[in-house]
C-alpha cells in the first residue's frame, strides 16, 4: 500500500530547531519527486520545499535558509530540517509525492496526514 | 512568484447544482495547473492535473479546463460528499504556489 506517514511534530519554543519524518511505503522515496507542503491553521497551502529524484533540492523564498529537506535511502524516509522557528512557522506539515511533467515536477499525487508544528513561548 | 487568483473564495450551492470555480495565473502557465480538494482535518486530494486530466478514481463529474493564464474547475451535480475547500496549483515555474482556495457549501 502506497503511504506517507509524518512525524516529529510537537510544540517548540521560538529559536529552536526540529525535524520532520515522512515514512514512505510502497514506492522508494529516492526515485521520486518528494515535497513539503505546509498549512497554517486556518489558512491556504503554502508549499515549502522540494527534492528531486537526483537530489537537488530547491526551497522556497522565504524560508531564507533555514530549513533543510533531504532523504535517506535505507530508511524510505523524507525529513525537513527547520531551525530558527518562528511563530509565523506554526502549521500542519503535509509531505507528498510529485508526478513527473514536461516541466519536471508536476501535481502532488501521494499526501500524508501531516504533522502539526507549533512554535510558541 | 506566479500569483493564483482564485475565485469565488466561497460559495453555497444545492445538490444537483452545477459549480464552477476559476483560477487566474498571473503569467502564462501553459497547463501546468492542478486542483485539489480538501475535507476538514484531511490532507488535500488530488482531483485533477494537467489543467484537465482526472487523476485515477476521482468521479468524472469533476472536471477541469483551460490554458495559458485562465483555467476553470467545474463540478457537475453537486453531491453532499463534495463538501470541502478546493484549490489550485501551479507547477509550470518554483516557487509553486496555489490559490487562496474556495470553499464549497450545501444551500
Known amino acids: 500500500e502506497v503511504q506517507l506517514v509524518e512525524t516529529g511534530g510537537g510544540l517548540i519554543q521560538p529559536g529552536g530547531s526540529l525535524r520532520l519524518s515522512c515514512a514512505v511505503s510502497?514506492?522508494?522515496?529516492?526515485?521520486?519527486?518528494m515535497s513539503w507542503v505546509r498549512q497554517a491553521p486556518g489558512k491556504g497551502l503554502e508549499w515549502v520545499s522540494v527534492?528531486?529524484?537526483?537530489?537537488?533540492?530547491k526551497y522556497a523564498e522565504f524560508l531564507k535558509g533555514r530549513f533543510t529537506i533531504s532523504r535517506d535511502y535505507s530508511k524510505n524516509t523524507l525529513y525537513l530540517q527547520m531551525n530558527s522557528l518562528r511563530a509565523e512557522d506554526t502549521a500542519v506539515y503535509y509531505c507528498?509525492?510529485?508526478?513527473?511533467?514536461?516541466?519536471?515536477?508536476?501535481?502532488?499525487?501521494?499526501w500524508g496526514r501531516g504533522t502539526m508544528v507549533t512554535v510558541s513561548s | 512568484d506566479i500569483q493564483m487568483t482564485q475565485s469565488p473564495s466561497s460559495l453555497s450551492a444545492s445538490v444537483g447544482d452545477r459549480v464552477t470555480i476559476t483560477c487566474q495565473a498571473s503569467?502564462?502557465?501553459?497547463?501546468?495547473l492542478d486542483w485539489y480538494q480538501q475535507k476538514p482535518g484531511k490532507a488535500p486530494k488530488l482531483l485533477i492535473y494537467?489543467?484537465?486530466t482526472l487523476e485515477t478514481g476521482v468521479p468524472s463529474r469533476f472536471s477541469g479546463s483551460g490554458s495559458g493564464t485562465d483555467f476553470t474547475f467545474t463540478i457537475n451535480s453537486l453531491q453532499p460528499e463534495d463538501i470541502a475547500t478546493y484549490y489550485c496549483q501551479q507547477y509550470g515555474n518554483l516557487p509553486f504556489t496555489f490559490g487562496g482556495g474556495t470553499k464549497v457549501e450545501i444551500k
Open positions: 527534492i528531486y529524484s537526483g537530489g537537488n533540492t
Open positions: 503569467q502564462d502557465i501553459t497547463n501546468y
Open positions: 494537467d489543467a484537465s
Open positions: 510502497g514506492f522508494t522515496v529516492s526515485s521520486n519527486y
Open positions: 507528498a509525492r510529485a508526478l513527473e511533467a514536461a516541466t519536471g515536477i508536476g501535481a502532488f499525487d501521494i
